[in-house]
C-alpha cells in the first residue's frame, strides 16, 4: 500500500502516534495539531503547529491530497449532558471541521476519513448496520455535535464528489493508555479492591490495532463515495461488573470488587446499543481481532510485565 500525501489533523495523540507509526515509513504525513507528538521521527513526517478554530491557508501542503484523517475532537463523559458545555462540543467537533472544509477547497483531495462515536445511536438503537436508513437520536452534546460533523461531511460529499468514510467507533482501548480497564487492573494488584461505580451500564470496546487496521482499509479503496462504518469488534458489550469479576477471576489474588454507593440519575453512555459490523466487514474487508477477553488478558501480561521491570 503507497499513497502520495496524508493530512492527518489531530494526530499528536495516541491514534495519531499510531497512524504515524504504521504509514509514515511509505507515504509523506502533513501532521497538523495545536501539539507536537512526542518520540516519533521520520524523514516523511512534516509537523504543522495550528489551531483549526482559527481559518488559515497553508503553503506547506501540496494541493494534490491523497487521504485526510480527521481526529480533531472533545470526547464525552458526564459533562456532555450539561447544556453550558454545548458550544464547546459545537467548536471543536464541528468548526474545526468546517473551518478545515473551508481551506481544503484550494486542495484536491481524493477522500477523507472521519473518527466519529457510538455516541451519536442514542439508547437502545438496533438495526445499527443499516445507517443510512435510521435517523440516530443522541443522548448527550458529544454524540450532537458528532451526527452534525457527519452531515456536514455528507452535504460537502454531495457538493465536491469527495469520497468520505465515517467512522462509529466505541471506547478505544490501548494498554498504552490509561483507562477504565486498566484502572481496575492497578487496584487489584495495589489496593485488592475494584472499586466500580454503580451504574448499569453496558460498554463497547476496540482495540487500537484493530482501530489502525480498519484505517489501513479504508486507505487502500478509492471512489468509495459516502460510507458510514460502524468499527466494534465481535463481543458483547460488557457492565463495570463484568469487567471487575473477569479481572479479578484471572488476578486470583482476593482482591474484592467495591461499588460506589455513589450513583448518577443519568447515563451519558448509550444503552441497550446492538452493533453490527456485517457492512464494515463487507465493504472493508476487515474483522476485527480483538475481543473483550483478549483485550482484558494482555492488558493483565503487560501491567505485570511492567512491574516486573520495575522491581527488578
Request: aromatic share 10%; charged share 30%.
Amino acid at each position: 500500500m503507497k499513497f502520495k500525501n496524508i493530512i492527518l489533523l489531530g494526530g499528536a495523540g495516541n491514534i495519531g502516534k499510531k497512524l504515524i507509526l504504521n504509514f509514515s515509513n511509505k507515504n509523506k504525513i502533513f501532521l497538523i495539531d495545536k501539539n507536537k507528538p512526542n518520540k516519533i521521527k521520520s524523514k516523511n513526517l512534516n509537523y504543522i503547529k495550528h489551531d483549526f478554530l482559527k481559518l488559515r491557508l497553508f503553503k506547506k501542503i501540496p494541493k494534490v491530497i491523497d487521504k485526510v484523517i480527521f481526529l480533531i475532537g472533545k470526547t464525552g463523559g458526564p459533562e456532555s449532558l450539561e447544556i453550558k458545555n454545548l458550544k464547546d462540543y459545537i467548536d471543536i467537533n464541528c468548526e474545526t471541521l468546517i473551518n478545515f472544509l473551508k481551506v481544503s477547497k484550494k486542495m484536491k483531495i481524493n477522500k477523507i476519513i472521519f473518527v466519529s462515536t457510538e455516541h451519536v445511536y442514542g439508547d437502545n438503537a438496533k438495526n445499527t448496520d443499516k445507517t443510512k436508513l435510521i435517523e440516530p437520536n443522541p443522548k448527550n452534546y458529544y454524540g450532537v455535535s458528532k451526527l452534525l460533523s457527519e452531515k456536514i461531511l455528507y452535504n460537502f460529499f454531495k457538493k465536491n464528489n469527495v469520497n468520505v468514510d465515517i467512522l462509529r467507533v466505541p471506547r478505544v482501548i490501548d494498554y498504552e493508555i490509561k483507562n477504565l480497564m486498566s484502572t481496575m487492573i492497578e487496584g487489584a494488584n495495589k489496593k485488592k479492591k475494584i472499586i466500580i461505580n454503580n451504574t448499569k451500564a453496558k460498554f463497547n470496546f476496540i482495540h487500537t490495532e484493530d482501530l489502525i487496521s480498519a484505517f489501513e482499509a479504508c486507505l487502500k479503496k478509492d471512489n468509495t463515495g459516502f460510507r458510514i462504518l460502524n468499527i466494534f469488534n465481535n463481543s458483547k458489550p460488557l457492565s463495570l461488573y463484568d469487567i471487575a469479576k473477569y479481572i479479578k477471576k484471572l488476578i486470583n489474588n482476593n482482591s474484592k470488587i467495591v461499588i460506589s454507593k455513589t450513583k448518577s440519575n443519568i447515563e451519558h453512555n448509550p444503552q441497550g446499543l446492538i452493533v453490527s459490523n456485517k457492512l464494515s466487514k463487507k465493504l472493508l474487508k476487515w474483522k476485527p481481532k480483538w475481543s473483550n477477553k483478549k483485550i482484558i488478558n494482555k492488558m493483565i501480561k503487560e501491567y505485570e510485565l511492567k512491574k516486573f521491570f520495575e522491581q527488578s
